[in-house]
Antibody
Framework: QLQLQESGPGLVKPSETLSLTCTVSGDDSISSSDLYWGWIRQPPGKGLEWIGSIHYSGSIYYNASLKSRVTISVDTSKNQFSLKLSSVTAADTTLYYC??????????????WGQGILVAVSS | QSVLTQPASVSAAPGQKVTISCSGSSSNIGRNYVSWYLQVPGTPPKLLTYDNNKRPSGIPDRFSGSKSGTSATLGITGLQTGDEADYYCGTWDSSLSAVVFGGGTKLTVL
């Protein structure tokens, strides 16, 4: 059974860089699956916002509204992919999810999700 | 402001049928597949339907997705109190090269 687990600091200071990692375990690996893997965030009580998606080959798509501050990368040796969001503000305080696309296209829906990690931006 | 438009809330009685709409444009729903997600507060979203009308294994056939033009619809029959949740539509926007979601619809089973 596939599992995705987000990890990283729950508190980041304003203007600093938020760094999160998603570890994939179970029935799949990032490289052999040939799928896209993504990050989505959700402010408490609000809707979903896609941040970006990556394929192990290096193909990456970013949300244009965040693109200048976002970097998504993959480490196939650890079966992990990561999110870095720079110059954070209070508006970046939200729940962050990692998820797997259903098939080899960022156009496909997300069929497996991590439990989410709440990150607060505060001094 | 979400790219896809959903009603904020819908409600129906147990056993009844409800539909949730998702309106988009020619650059997203009009040319790409639509997915629907269910989210119980405090838990991650769960994929209900994908590729407009396909269901992942384990999703009962009470849930159905459809698409027509630039709109999509999620139908739920035989409503149960356990279906109370937030429902989101999502698709790819070819102009933005981005995944886009609706704002979410809260389903209340009266």
């Amino acid at each position: 059974q596939l599992q995705l687990q987000e990890s990283g600091p729950g508190l980041v200071k304003p203007s600093e860089t938020l760094s999160l990692t998603c570890t994939v375990s179970g029935d799949d690996s990032i490289s052999s699956s040939d799928l896209y893997w993504g990050w989505i965030r959700q402010p408490p009580g609000k809707g979903l916002e896609w941040i970006g998606s990556i394929h192990y080959s290096g193909s990456i798509y970013y949300n244009a509204s965040l693109k200048s501050r976002v970097t998504i990368s993959v480490d196939t040796s650890k079966n992990q992919f990561s999110l870095k969001l720079s110059s954070v503000t209070a508006a970046d305080t939200t729940l962050y999810y990692c998820a797997r696309h259903a098939y080899r296209s960022p156009e496909s829906g997300f069929d497996n999700w991590g439990q989410g990690i709440l990150v607060a931006v505060s001094s | 402001q979400s790219v896809l438009t959903q009603p904020a809330s819908v409600s129906a009685a147990p056993g009844q049928k409800v539909t949730i709409s998702c309106s988009g444009s020619s650059s997203n729903i009009g040319r790409n597949y639509v997915s629907w997600y269910l989210q119980v507060p405090g838990t991650p979203p769960k994929l209900l339907t994908y590729d407009n009308n396909k269901r992942p294994s384990g999703i009962p056939d009470r849930f159905s997705g459809s698409k027509s033009g630039t709109s999509a619809t999620l139908g739920i029959t035989g409503l149960q109190t356990g279906d109370e949740a937030d429902y989101y539509c999502g698709t790819w926007d070819s102009s933005l090269s981005a995944v886009v979601f609706g704002g979410g619809t809260k389903l209340t089973v009266l």
